[in-house]
Every structure is written in structure tokens, then in C-alpha cells.
């Protein structure tokens, strides 16, 4: 199955979830700035990433996955990709998720001064200070993306 | 093999491209037909089914939002990721001159006592355009007949 974190920019709140599905956060604390930095494409992406489905590894029941900004098209991103895997054939073998509804304001104004007006000496604590805001609410929506696929990958 | 069209919005451009695509070119039949702005399809986000041509191609058409080429992007490397290529699934995007001011009328239409005025704009402009939508379908079905890589043969125009 194929799992797919989307959010605004690619590089804060779905990177982070994709690290937490993948294990490479500890879900029990707190990460410091110094282990979200560690995180590929955490708050390291461009303009052109927009859009792109970036591959951040495979979780322990052989699960892919990615990661994907998608500016503000919200739920309808999700709407799409479904919409399209149901056209092939393939809905079965996808999850996506929408990571916007566990995004703070600090992410928002951190994730935009760093990566979109390009300062991230000023935005990327900001940002780093909100994903840790956040981190529960993220974790939560993990945990329940991780009991869906194993749901879904029952099914198959 | 399943064709999709789109567009800023699905229920204007990309659904009569999607229209001109399966043989439709009465400009009375497009322009009357029961989905041309129909903002319950559009709002879902789903691909639209058309129909399907002659060939039983499956035609859709979808409306992105301001940044198509983003979303081709996406689809593209979605598709990939599935393991379906090009022979699967062929996107095409509608782009018109006016595509960003559609997208706001298509916008301002969602307000209340505001469809009326946004519609019909949207319309006018499908009418002016709708001889570059037809001829840009056509450079569409003719790369299709020509790409020798794809099972794909031109739809027969519709007799019934």
C-alpha cells in the first residue's frame, strides 16, 4: 500500500507525520529542533517541489511512504488523487492524507518566512517551535493513519 | 485506456473538451448540456465521467483549482507510483487565455445571488473560445493517433 502525507508546502507537518509513521521520531516525547532538522526535506524543500510526491521510506508492514505539497487545494487534493486511483483501478492500494487540520499558526507563519519568502535563520525556529506545539496532534493522526492501512491492507 | 481532462475548474473548459474529445460539436448540445456548471460535481473534487468514446476510451474530465500544472505534475508521478503509465491514463490539460479570471468568476459564483453573473460570464468567454478549445482537441486526438506507443486509435465522430 501507498501512503501519502500531504500539506501546504511538503516540508513541515507531513514530513514530520511521514517521520513518525516511519519510526524516525520517537512518538513518547518531544523531538528537539536538533531531530526534526535530521528529518530528509524537513524544511528543506524549493518552489519546485510543489507538487512533487517525494519518497520518505517504507514503515514495517511494507507500506511506501511519500510525502507531497499541494499549496492550498486542501481535501480536494485527497478528493483528486482518489478520484483518480478509483479511475485506474487502484484505490484499494492507497491512503492519503490531509495534514492541514494539525497545523498551528507558528507553523504557518515559521513554514512561510522560512521556505516561501526565503529566511530561514528567522523562520525555522518559529516553525520548528510550532511542529513541537504540534507534535501530539500529528502523532494522533498517525495513529490513525497506521490502524487504517493495517485495515485496509486486512481487506486485500 | 481512460482519458482526463483538466482544467481550473471541471464543469466548463475541460468538460466541453472532454465533449469535443467524444465527438460533440454542436455548440447548442455543449453549451445546454446538464453538468456545464454544475457546482455539486464540481465541489466533490472527483473526476467527472464523460463517457466513453468509440474506442471504449473512458473520458473524464477535473477541475484543479488555479495551478493545473502543478496537479499534472502530481497525477503524473501518482500514476508511476501505482505502477500505470501513459497506456493507462492520459492527462491533458485545458488551459484558457482567461484561465485566472474564470477561476475567480468561478469563485464569486459560489457566493450567494452571484451564479447567475458568474455562469453566464463563464459561458461567454467558453462561447468565444470554443473554436481554440475545438482545434487544440483536435492537435490532442491527432498526437494521440500519431504516438506510436500508444494503443490508441482517433474516435469515430458520433453517428447515432
Known amino acids: 500500500m501507498k501512503i501519502i502525507y500531504h500539506c501546504y508546502g511538503g516540508s513541515h507537518s507531513s514530513v514530520t507525520a511521514a517521520a513518525l509513521h516511519l519510526k524516525m521520531l520517537d512518538n513518547s516525547r518531544l523531538p528537539t529542533g536538533k531531530e526534526l532538522m535530521k528529518i530528509p526535506y524537513y524544511d528543506k524543500t524549493a518552489k519546485d517541489d510543489f507538487g512533487s510526491i517525494r519518497f520518505m521510506g517504507t514503515d514495517e508492514f511494507g507500506n511506501d511512504v511519500y510525502v507531497l505539497g499541494k499549496k492550498s487545494l486542501g481535501d480536494r487534493f485527497s478528493n483528486v488523487l482518489m478520484g483518480v486511483a478509483r479511475m485506474l483501478g487502484a484505490e484499494d492500494q492507497i491512503l492519503v492524507v490531509n495534514c492541514m487540520n494539525r497545523v498551528n499558526w507558528s507553523m504557518k507563519l515559521g513554514g512561510f518566512t522560512s521556505r516561501q519568502l526565503g529566511f530561514p535563520l528567522l523562520g525555522r525556529p518559529v516553525v520548528t517551535y510550532g511542529t513541537q506545539r504540534a507534535f501530539m496532534r500529528i502523532t494522533n493522526l498517525v495513529e490513525i493513519t497506521r490502524l487504517k492501512a493495517l485495515k485496509q491492507c486486512s481487506k486485500l | ?160
Not at chain 2, 467524444?22 to 453538468?35: A, C, N, R, T, Y
Not at chain 2, 482567461?98 to 457566493?111: G, V
Open chain 2, 1 to 160: 485506456m481512460n482519458i482526463l481532462f483538466i482544467g481550473t475548474t471541471g464543469v466548463y473548459h475541460a468538460l466541453v473538451a472532454a465533449k469535443l474529445f467524444m465527438g460533440i460539436d454542436s455548440q447548442k448540445e455543449l453549451l445546454s448540456m446538464p453538468e456545464l456548471g454544475c457546482r455539486s460535481l464540481e465541489d466533490s473534487g472527483n473526476p467527472i465521467y464523460a463517457g466513453k468514446d468509440k474506442r471504449g476510451n473512458q473520458v473524464y474530465c477535473l477541475g484543479v483549482g488555479a495551478d493545473v500544472n502543478m496537479v499534472k505534475k502530481s497525477i503524473t508521478q501518482f500514476m508511476k507510483i501505482l505502477g500505470f503509465s501513459h497506456q493507462d491514463l492520459i492527462v491533458k490539460t485545458i488551459q484558457s487565455r482567461n484561465e485566472r479570471a474564470i477561476f475567480r468568476l468561478y469563485q464569486l459564483s459560489k457566493l450567494p445571488g452571484f451564479h447567475a453573473i458568474g455562469h453566464t460570464c463563464i459561458v461567454w468567454d467558453l462561447k468565444r473560445g470554443l473554436s481554440v478549445l475545438e482545434q487544440e482537441v483536435k492537435i490532442f486526438q491527432a498526437e494521440l493517433q500519431n504516438s506510436k506507443d500508444l494503443a490508441y486509435t482517433q474516435p469515430s465522430t458520433r453517428d447515432d
